[in-house]
């Protein structure tokens, strides 16, 4: 079983629509969480970290829920910009970030 | 500033070819990461360096890979010989300091395809 496991979708929403993608850590040792995010055929850029009390920034809210071992990303009034791969990743401090496989959403008009 | 620059784009030998893989990070980081990432896949970590010290190559094959940083700036990461299973795309990756691993910036990355 992988360290990160996150749902491949794809999820296919139209515009204006509110999506949410949910990722879950088998390691209780990880600290700290992140998105990335992966263009196709680009390069994974940090999004966003993601804290027990929530983050939101802008239509991107992440939650991280330790007892659950549950790692979240909703996208409110989703763009057409934001088709994309969405990495779930997972650190222990001393060790490398591990990437989930990627979530992709496909946004159409 | 001028991002982590790679390179070749893109490369396809034959197996049991060799193949070498550049990378010149951002200017001032000095943690150097090279990840593999298969079609489909995340990114997943060969060799990180601090500097000119390869602090963590558990995941690396050596067998068949080899990584250098030999001034800690820049550094190559090689394949003799290559298999099928090695097409991936190669990326490399740097962040400022250790504490801030989680914010890595990574270069477009180098496509690799074994025939």
């Known amino acids: 079983r992988k360290e990160v496991e996150q749902d491949p979708g794809p999820f296919n929403v139209p515009e204006g629509a509110t999506v949410a993608f949910n990722c879950t850590y088998s390691n209780s040792a990880s600290q700290s969480f992140f998105w990335y995010r992966q263009d196709c055929r680009k390069e994974p850029k940090l999004l966003m970290s993601?804290?027990?009390s929530g983050n939101e920034d802008g239509r991107f809210t992440a939650q991280l829920n330790r007892a659950s071992q549950y790692i979240s990303l909703l996208i409110r009034d989703s763009k057409l910009s934001d088709s994309a791969t969405y990495l779930c990743v997972g650190h222990q401090a001393g060790t490398a970030l591990i990437f989930g496989k990627g979530t992709t959403l496909s946004v159409s008009s | 500033e001028a991002g982590v620059v790679q390179s070749p784009r893109y490369k396809i030998i034959e197996k049991k070819q060799p193949v070498a893989f550049w990378c010149n990070p951002i200017?001032?980081?000095?943690?150097l990461y090279w990840y593999r990432q298969n079609l489909g896949q995340g990114p997943e970590l060969l060799i990180r360096?601090?500097?000119?010290?390869?602090?963590?190559d558990s995941q690396l094959p050596k067998d068949r890979f080899s990584a250098e940083r030999l001034k800690g700036v820049d550094s190559t990461l090689k394949i003799q010989p290559a298999e099928l299973g090695d097409s991936a795309v190669y990326l490399c990756?740097?962040?400022?300091?250790?504490?801030?691993?989680?914010?890595?910036?990574f270069g477009p990355g180098t496509r690799l395809t074994v025939t």
């Open positions: 360096y601090e500097n000119e010290e390869a602090v963590d």
């Open positions: 200017s001032g980081h000095n943690t």
């Open positions: 990756a740097s962040s400022r300091r250790p504490g801030e691993i989680y914010e890595q910036y």
């Open positions: 993601v804290y027990s």
